[in-house]
């Protein structure tokens, strides 16, 4: 047995991912590795809750599995894995959408957004998408959930819901904590910097993405809306050019104060253009392994079946405590 702490994460398949998903949560997991037992999770399932056209889904999913492991998450160390392979996890999430009130459900801010933006298709899933997060985490008594901002109101329902569960019954599930880091946890949309860089929006020259080709990211970066001031300044009064800065920062690992420094006097065209290259050099690597990886679809797939298989026995440990605790009758076959 071993004595790691857990760490559970995901990204869903809905889209090309974007250097905020990068920088907000896939970039800090490479650092837990070896550290923790990790679970990083391709949740093809919450991808449904807005329409997908099924065979970009099938490629989608693959491809954010070798963006797994271009960003340099060693498929021995973790256990990568497709939730849909893992049936326990819609199998939670109906128990706990029982002790999950809707008045809870109707407070989440992602509900709100993404209900506006889907008003001819609100169907229950996007509602209870929420409840479907916690059964992930839950399953695999998972310590810390690294995100980035936008999650932590999910992260917690989650651990209402664990305490909610283990009061009603017995403890059972860990509660988790989240780890949202302080830089990179919200990249912003470049053209629109004080909403949150995504992958769906219609606008592209707003996002970057991880696969995006190095002219394009030039040109993307050098249109950034930025300001009149003329300072290179970590400021609420510039959130265009505190963005570019909290990308620079994520990706060198340089501190806000070294990079402000470094550009004191200077105008926006070179921090500007230095962004460009600092997002083209951190990106390249990725790149090359994505490419070489999508060449050998049998090695990709043997990675996430042989995940599910270890995903699956620790969920289904947990799936059988939880039918136990609530009552229904013993399966032995
Ligand atoms: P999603 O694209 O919603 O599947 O998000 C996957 C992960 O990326 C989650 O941990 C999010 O919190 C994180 N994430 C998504 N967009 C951003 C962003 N603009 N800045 C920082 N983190 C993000
Ligand atoms: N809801 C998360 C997002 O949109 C993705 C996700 C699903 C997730 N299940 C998770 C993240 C479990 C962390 C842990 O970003």
Redesign the pocket.
Known sequence: MSDKKVIF?G??P?GDI?I??Y???IKNWVNLQDEYKCYYCIVDLHAITVPQVPKDLRRKSLELLAQYIAAGLDPEKNTMFIQSHVSAHAELSWVLNTITYMGQLNRMTQFKEKSQKNEANLNAGLFTYPVLMASDILLYKTDFVP?????KQHLELARDLAERFNNKYSPTFTVPEPLISKV?????DLQEPTS????SGEDDKGRILVLEDPDSIRRKIKRAVTDSLGVVKYSDDQPGIKNLLNIYSKFTGETIEEIEKKYEGEGYGKFKSDTAEVIVEGLRPIREKFDELMKNKDYLEEIYLDGAKRAEREARKMLSKVYRKVGFVKRKF
């Open positions: 994460s990204v869903q809905s974007t905020g998903n920088l907000g949560a995100v980035g901002e936008d999650q990179g946890a919200r990249i912003m949150k860089m995504s992958k």
